[in-house]
């Protein structure tokens, strides 16, 4: 099975600060590698397919790097919406694992 | 306007039974693979089971195999969870998730539903 391994787990920034999620898997997934946001209490939604491809509608502030084990998230010029976890979660094989979450707090 | 309707949660007793239900709606169902995604409370996200557009392909996460059952009727549009032996570790929300296959040939779980609690408790 494939682990998935996100850094850090809880980020503190403030509106307009730029931030960086890592997302590491245990074996190469190639771009079969998606990211979800995810609120208190709510669903999470899906920003980013395919390692770095947006989703329609998500802001371009997102973006989305890496192929075979190493990932990134990045939020640039980030907004109050965007205080939420993030999750990546590799679609290369079953089980399709999720990475443990990073909780993007407000400064 | 695409919408998945999570039913079936509760409160259910150790070893007992439950099943979920998804109720979909503005898109073709037969045409999608769905899956199940669990949130313990306060944890994070775990992947359940997926099951293919024609129930060809099932899959289920390890922990759970041999005591879950993924299936879904697409004349009825409706994706199901039965669950067996529940045990505490077990409560959370469950989430059914539409499988989209994307342009680049990855695949991405790209509309959720609400969520149903399960809690197994005494």
């Known amino acids: 099975d494939i682990q998935m391994t996100q850094s850090p787990s809880s980020l503190s920034a403030s509106v307009g600060d730029s931030v960086t999620i890592s997302c590491r898997a245990s074996q190469s997934i190639s771009t079969f590698l998606n990211w979800y946001q995810q609120k208190p209490g709510k669903a999470p939604k899906l920003l980013i397919y395919a390692a770095s491809s947006f989703r329609r509608g998500v802001p371009s502030r997102f973006s989305g790097s890496g192929s075979g084990t190493d990932f990134t998230l990045t939020i640039s010029s980030l907004q109050p919406e965007d205080f939420a976890t993030y999750y990546c979660q590799q679609s290369y094989s079953a089980p399709y694992s999720f990475g443990q979450g990073t909780n993007l707090e407000i400064k | 306007e695409v919408q998945l309707v999570e039913s079936g949660g509760g409160l259910i007793k150790p070893g007992g039974s439950l099943r979920l239900s998804c109720a979909v709606s503005g898109f073709t169902f037969s045409n999608f693979g769905m899956t199940w995604v669990r949130q313990a409370p306060g944890k994070g996200l775990e992947w359940v089971s997926s099951?293919?557009?024609?129930?060809?392909?099932?899959y289920y996460a390890d922990s759970l195999k041999g005591r879950l059952t993924i299936s879904r009727d697409n004349a009825k549009n409706l994706l199901y969870l039965q669950m067996n032996s529940l045990r505490a570790e077990d409560t959370a929300v469950y989430y059914c998730?539409?499988?989209?296959?994307?342009?680049?040939?990855?695949?991405?779980?790209?509309?959720w539903g609400q969520g149903t609690m399960v809690t197994v408790s005494s």
């Open positions: 998730a539409r499988d989209q296959i994307t342009v680049a040939g990855t695949k991405a779980f790209d509309f």
């Open positions: 099951i293919s557009t024609g129930s060809s392909y099932i």
